[in-house]
Each structure stands twice: as structure tokens, then as C-alpha cells.
């Protein structure tokens, strides 16, 4: 089956920093790659997505990078804000189900 | 519109006892996915319906786990009988046909002592 690494586990930055993400998986079939955030206590959100057909997508201060010949995807957050501090999901999909990534947990320092 | 709701939000039973999990989909979406997170870890797949049909159930750890989703609606999850290591936070997660976005509830957390 899928397997998905997600790199750091934790990380901490100072507000205004950008902070970097990455995930890698093992089946180059895979086609979809979405990023979820978690937020204490709350449900996990879809905040963007990338397919396979894409090397990059920005939406404001996220971006995700795909490289499908390395099999790995990040996700960018520029100018950081303490709101964007939660727990961050990557997850790889090929025809349905989703496998997902340990997560990081992000912090960001006011 | 309603999001994915779970019942209940927290349980707490001893080792042994039964706990049955219940998740409301988002209308009108037939794919239904229950999730298991273990605290530090990554969010686990279970198991997968297209209405009331199992699609897939290779993440469901043992024969102490069942779920149903009887009529294409409403599903449970019930372990029978619990043990320590099913304790976790375990989410339900509804789609639409053709779309990859998973819409998720907000997790019910089992603690077993």
C-alpha cells in the first residue's frame, strides 16, 4: 500500500517567518495531494490541493510544489500568523481512499 | 448546510465494554470514511462506504471492530469488546461522488481505562 513520510514533526517559527512542510509517498500512480489543518480541538480542514497534472498551486500565503519524478510535495506558508498554528496533514491518493501523513505541528511565535 | 456531525464527542469505558460511534454524512454524499488517530500519529485509515456498501475495510484492525451503514445514511462504528490500544480519536469523513475534498467531523475521542 501507500506510504507517506511528513517532515518535521514539530516545527516553530517567528510570526512573519515562512514555514515548509514536506511529504514524500511510494506509488507513483498516485495522482491526487491534498493538505488538510487541524486546529486544537477542531476538525481537520481542507486548506489546498494539488493533482497530479500541476507542479504548483498558490492560493494568498499557501502554496504547494510537486514533484511527481521524486514523489514528494510540500507545503509553503509565508508571512506567518499565530492563526496558522495547528497541526498539518498531508495525504496522497490514487483512485479513492486517502493516506495521510503523521503530521506537523506548527507554531508560531506572536 | 449541515457538516459531517459525530456522536458522541468523548467516551470513556473500561477494557471489555462496548462503545458504538455514530457519524451523519453531509447530504447527499454517498462516500463515507471512518479515520482513527492515535495520539503523535498519523490519521489511520479504517474503512471506506459508497452508500451502503463496504468499498473497502482493509484498515480495520481486527473482527472487534463493525460497522454499518444500513439505508445509505447514518453509520456506526462499534468495537466490541475495547481494548486499551483502540484508544483514540476516531473520525468520520464524508465526500461526493468525483470529488477528491474529504469533509471530516469533528472526531469522536474513546478512551479506554
Known amino acids: 500500500g501507500e506510504n507517506v513520510e511528513q517532515h518535521p514533526s514539530t516545527l516553530s517559527v517567528q510570526e512573519g517567518d515562512s514555514a515548509v512542510i514536506k511529504c514524500t509517498y511510494s506509488d507513483s500512480a498516485s495522482n491526487y495531494f491534498p493538505w488538510y489543518k487541524q486546529e486544537l480541538g477542531k476538525r481537520p480542514q481542507l486548506i489546498i490541493d494539488?493533482?497530479?497534472?500541476?507542479g504548483e498551486k498558490k492560493d494568498q500565503r499557501i502554496a504547494v510544489t510537486l514533484n511527481k519524478t521524486a514523489k514528494h510535495f510540500s507545503l509553503h506558508i509565508t508571512e506567518t500568523q499565530p492563526e496558522d498554528s495547528a497541526v498539518y496533514f498531508c495525504?496522497?491518493?490514487?483512485?479513492?481512499?486517502?493516506?495521510f501523513g503523521k503530521g506537523t505541528m506548527l507554531l508560531v511565535s506572536p | 448546510e449541515a457538516g459531517v456531525t459525530q456522536f458522541p464527542s468523548h467516551s470513556v469505558i473500561e477494557k471489555g465494554q462496548t462503545v458504538t460511534l455514530r457519524c451523519d454524512p453531509i447530504s447527499g454524499h454517498d462516500n463515507l470514511y471512518w479515520y482513527r488517530r492515535v495520539m503523535g500519529k498519523e490519521i489511520k485509515f479504517l474503512l471506506h462506504f459508497v452508500k451502503e456498501s463496504k468499498q473497502d475495510e482493509s484498515g480495520m484492525p481486527n473482527n472487534r471492530f463493525l460497522a454499518e451503514r444500513t439505508g445509505g445514511t447514518y453509520s456506526t462504528l462499534k468495537v466490541q469488546p475495547a481494548e486499551l490500544e483502540d484508544s483514540g480519536v476516531y473520525f468520520c469523513a464524508s465526500s461526493h461522488p468525483g470529488t477528491g475534498e474529504l469533509f471530516f467531523g469533528e472526531g469522536s475521542r474513546l478512551t479506554v481505562l
Open positions: 495525504a496522497v491518493s490514487g483512485y479513492s481512499t486517502l493516506t
Open positions: 494539488i493533482r497530479s497534472n500541476v
